[in-house]
């Protein structure tokens, strides 16, 4: 990675670091996430650290060979994502998210556009809980895990829209004829698994089950630490 050379960046966590220096996560296509100390942003005389947001879209060029970089410049590259109430804590919910599932130095460009796109629904479109569920989706799936919606996991069948299933995490659908009640929260119509697998607008049942469905498979994969962002908003996440 140049010293100079610019990225398109977002922070997504920072920290107070010694008297006048920020700690940051910064995500970027080319390399992923990864930390950097940000340097004297928090003197008098700089005016970078209210630059230095998140949801602001950045350039940034950052120097250094170790697990820790050094920002060298940062420039907006446009306006930043109005985010407000319950959109606020569900672009917190997103960089939490990438923090406790991406590896660092590790590129996802093709996530990089999905966080983009995340963060300008969130900032127009009332359907927060489809922008949730569209990009916990694409980030599962770009970071390498199973996720598997569309087919039946034993027979590779086509999942039907009528049909009723019992989702099994690290494999998938399994079809079933017992009825999804409160009891059975495992199961889940088709119809939800094929909006989820082709990013249609969920009708209420359809968002009730994929919220269920996405919390159960957060939490295998992210274990027993919970997320902060929901112990902040107790919303539609």
Same mark, same amino acid.
């Given at each position: 990675?140049?010293?100079?050379?610019?990225?398109?960046?977002?922070?997504?966590?920072?920290?107070?670091?010694?008297?006048?220096?920020?700690?940051?996560?910064?995500?970027?296509?080319?390399?992923?996430?990864? *930390?950097a @100390? &940000?340097?004297?942003?928090?003197?008098? #005389?700089?005016?970078r650290? *209210?630059?230095?947001?998140?949801?602001?879209?950045?350039?940034?060029?950052?120097?250094?060979?170790?697990? @820790?970089?050094?920002?060298?410049?940062?420039?907006?590259?446009?306006?930043v $994502?109005?985010?407000?109430r319950?959109?606020? $804590?569900?672009?917190?919910?997103?960089?939490?998210?990438?923090?406790?599932?991406?590896? #660092?130095?590790?590129?996802? +460009?093709?996530?990089?556009?999905?966080?983009?796109?995340?963060?300008? &629904?969130?900032?127009?479109?009332?359907?927060?809980?489809?922008?949730?569920?569209?990009?916990e989706?694409?980030?599962?799936?770009?970071?390498?895990?199973?996720?598997?919606?569309?087919?039946?996991?034993?027979?590779?069948?086509?999942?039907?829209? /009528?049909?009723?299933? /019992?989702?099994?995490?690290?494999?998938? +659908?399994? #079809?079933t004829?017992?009825? *999804?009640?409160?009891?059975?929260?495992?199961? @889940?119509?088709?119809?939800?698994?094929?909006?989820?697998?082709?990013g249609?607008?969920?009708?209420?049942?359809?968002?009730?089950?994929?919220?269920?469905?996405?919390?159960?498979?957060?939490?295998? $994969?992210?274990?027993?630490k919970?997320?902060?962002?929901?112990?902040?908003f107790?919303?539609?996440?």
């Amino acid at each position: 990675m140049s010293a100079l050379e610019l990225q398109p960046c977002f922070v997504i966590h920072r920290r107070n670091y010694r008297n006048s220096s920020l700690l940051l996560e910064l995500f970027t296509p080319q390399d992923g996430r990864f *930390a950097a @100390i &940000a340097k004297g942003v928090k003197s008098g #005389r700089s005016s970078r650290s *209210a630059l230095l947001q998140p949801f602001r879209p950045l350039l940034v060029g950052v120097s250094g060979r170790g697990e @820790i970089k050094t920002l060298r410049q940062a420039e907006a590259e446009g306006n930043v $994502y109005t985010l407000a109430r319950k959109a606020l $804590y569900c672009g917190f919910y997103l960089n939490e998210l990438l923090m406790r599932l991406l590896e #660092r130095n590790d590129p996802h +460009p093709t996530l990089f556009l999905h966080y983009i796109n995340a963060l300008q &629904a969130l900032s127009e479109s009332p359907s927060l809980e489809d922008t949730l569920r569209s990009f916990e989706v694409s980030l599962l799936r770009e970071t390498g895990y199973e996720l598997l919606l569309d087919h039946e996991a034993e027979n590779g069948e086509a999942v039907q829209p /009528d049909g009723l299933y /019992d989702y099994h995490i690290e494999q998938g +659908p399994i #079809r079933t004829v017992v009825k *999804a009640d409160a009891e059975n929260h495992n199961v @889940i119509h088709g119809s939800t698994l094929i909006s989820l697998q082709q990013g249609l607008q969920l009708t209420s049942q359809a968002r009730r089950e994929a919220r269920g469905l996405m919390r159960r498979i957060l939490a295998f $994969y992210l274990g027993d630490k919970p997320l902060k962002s929901r112990e902040l908003f107790r919303g539609p996440n």
